[in-house]
């Protein structure tokens, strides 16, 4: 199954909340939504959840209008507000049969999906009871329950504090083997630790479309940090003057030079700086800028 | 119609958490028990607490038959205190589902608009037309033994007519509750929109045969005089079309998805 996102754009009032925005989604993909807040994350995945209306562009699964295909669609919104007065058990039941599953299959599925979740013991607690990792993991079996094709999620983990992070990360990890996920967040080390695919979003529009791999190995440059002492100093000037530097720059006792080609070069710059006599506390060698500062490149940057 | 008949099993356990569904219906036995006994104890009370001089009883007005008093419990009660309860049960029925994010939650089920809409409205109504219902038979019971009786068909038609005015009450709240996010401004358009309505029966006869209120005033026309006032099945259709138009409204309102926040 194949989810098309084909020139989305909305407004609201005056403010464009997402433009032209266009991306395709494959089964058994995982896919990050990312983007700073107020990017239009959420609004794109209120639109693919058929809550909001397009202006303009469409969404299709398989070639049919999203709205048709609801019961291919699994959705997690950003706060899950059940009614409080039902139990665990009662609002899957109630979704379930929403979303057309006859009650011989919810008696035999419902226990399956809440021990999944780890809310077994919990199933017949009020929701008014229940904590916000709860409400998100019961959240996520309302949407895992009628075995959908896509799982839309807009910030699953960003209100939870951090054991219900962990819960619902390691939940995700578990779910993603079975079904296509879609999810939106801020928090990049999130992404990074459940999706393969980033779609970075900023002002409704889409920036960048990549894999992980592919946006590192483009990102990593030619540079070695140096931790030296105060006295050398004047080190830092010598180095600029060398052919094969780029750039040298120091912060504290940290210096970053920037080399045409780090395997090349860096022991020529190590015996320099022997030469030199320059005390070196630590020589590291930068394997590559993490996913946050290649994100503040993408979203800040020029 | 599966997720019609979910919807209204959801309403009836919410009613049933609330406690709506007791004291609705008490409200209403206590606005029905009113009059007959406030009719026919008020001379006694105003001759017990009244030292003013020179002023008489209208003896007529304790001479009142079971069917003008039973009139005056739906002109006097129902119309006034009983609407504006109505109002105010009501007003969350979808401004809730809309603040807490259900409803948008519901709809990204394969469920259709109507199934939501008709689940509240037919479970509601249910709710609501029993309580009056109640509460009439409550009234009833008081003027069988201090007035006069009634004739059983004429009472239950005049029930019928009375309920389909309340079922615009319900729609209108209803659609108001839809389109508004405010409860406190649900309720106060709501009231003051219903009782103007009650107010301007008997003003002009054009206006009566479109006023959805009509109804009640038939209600009470059948009472007491046995019969229907005039262009009783023109404000019948009138009613039920206002209740459409109403219904319709909210249907659009919640398709196009205007009820969303921002």
């Known amino acids: 199954m194949k989810l098309e996102i084909k020139n989305v754009s909305k407004k609201f009032r005056e403010k464009k909340a997402v433009s032209q925005f266009s991306m395709e989604l494959e089964t058994g993909q995982c896919v990050g939504l990312i983007g700073p807040n107020g990017a239009g994350k959420s609004t794109l995945i209120k639109i693919i959840a058929d809550i909001l209306q397009t202006d303009e ?183 600029k003057m060398l052919p094969y530097v780029k750039d040298a720059e120091m912060t504290g006792h940290k210096v970053k030079i920037t080399l045409d080609d780090v395997v090349k070069y860096k022991n020529s710059l190590i015996q320099n700086a022997l030469e030199n006599n320059v005390d070196i506390i630590r020589f590291e060698i930068d394997k590559h800028e993490t996913l946050e500062e290649i994100f503040l490149k993408l979203v800040v940057g020029t | 119609m599966n997720s019609l008949a979910v919807l209204m099993k959801k309403e009836y356990s919410q009613v049933l958490n609330d406690f709506k569904v007791i004291w609705l219906p008490l409200v209403f036995i206590f606005l029905g028990t009113t009059q007959p006994i406030m009719t026919y ?110 004739e059983l068909t004429l009472m239950i038609t005049a029930l019928f007519c009375y309920l389909l005015w309340i079922l615009f009450c319900l729609s209108f709240t209803t659609m108001l509750s839809a389109v508004l996010n405010s409860q406190a401004l649900i309720a106060l358009i709501g009231i003051i929109t219903l009782l103007i309505c009650r107010m301007l029966v008997g003003l002009h006869p054009v206006l009566d045969v479109i006023n959805p209120a009509g109804m009640s005033k038939h209600a009470m026309n059948l009472l007491i005089t046995g019969s229907v006032g005039a262009n009783f099945s023109i404000n019948f259709f009138a009613t039920i079309l206002w209740v459409i138009l109403t219904v319709m409204f909210t249907y659009h309102w919640i398709v196009k998805k205007k009820f969303q926040p921002k």
């Not at chain 2, 002023?55 to 003008?68: A, F, H, K």
């Not at chain 2, 939501?116 to 069988?144: R, T």
């Open chain 1, 57 to 239: 562009g469409e969404v299709l699964l398989e070639g049919k209008n999203i709205s048709k295909m609801k019961r291919e669609i699994g959705y997690l919104p950003q706060y899950p507000n059940f009614y409080e007065w039902m139990t665990a058990k009662e609002t899957l039941f109630f979704m379930g049969q929403l979303s057309g599953i006859s009650k011989k299959e919810l008696i035999r599925d419902v226990p399956i999906i809440l021990a999944k979740v780890g809310l077994s013991d919990e199933e017949d607690a009020k929701i008014r009871t229940f904590s916000g990792g709860m409400k998100q993991r019961l959240g996520i079996a309302q949407a895992l329950l009628h075995k959908p094709a896509f799982i839309v999620m807009d910030e699953p983990v960003s209100a939870l504090d951090p054991i219900g992070r962990r819960e619902v990360l390691n939940l995700i990890q578990e779910i993603k083997q079975e079904t296509t996920i879609l999810l939106s967040t801020h928090i990049l080390s999130d992404a990074e630790e459940i999706c393969e695919r980033f779609v970075v979003i900023k002002n409704g529009m889409k920036i960048e479309d990549t894999t992980m791999l592919d946006l590192i190995s483009r990102n990593s440059k030619p540079v070695v940090y140096l931790e030296i002492t105060h006295n050398d100093k004047s080190w830092v000037d010598t180095v």
């Open chain 2, 41 to 150: 104890y008020l001379p006694a009370i105003l001759k017990t607490l009244g030292g003013a001089q020179g002023i008489s009883i209208d003896p007529s007005m304790t001479e009142q038959t079971g069917g003008q008093v039973l009139a005056a419990t739906l002109g006097s009660q129902f119309d006034q205190l009983g609407i504006m309860i109505i109002v105010i049960a009501m007003m969350g029925l979808i401004q809730s589902d809309k603040s807490s994010g259900m409803l948008a939650f519901i709809l990204t089920r394969p469920v259709t608009v109507s199934s939501y809409i008709g689940g509240k409205l037919l479970s509601n109504y249910l709710l609501v037309s029993i309580s009056v219902g109640i509460g009439y038979v409550a009234s009833l019971l008081y003027i069988h033994f201090l007035f006069t009786g009634i």
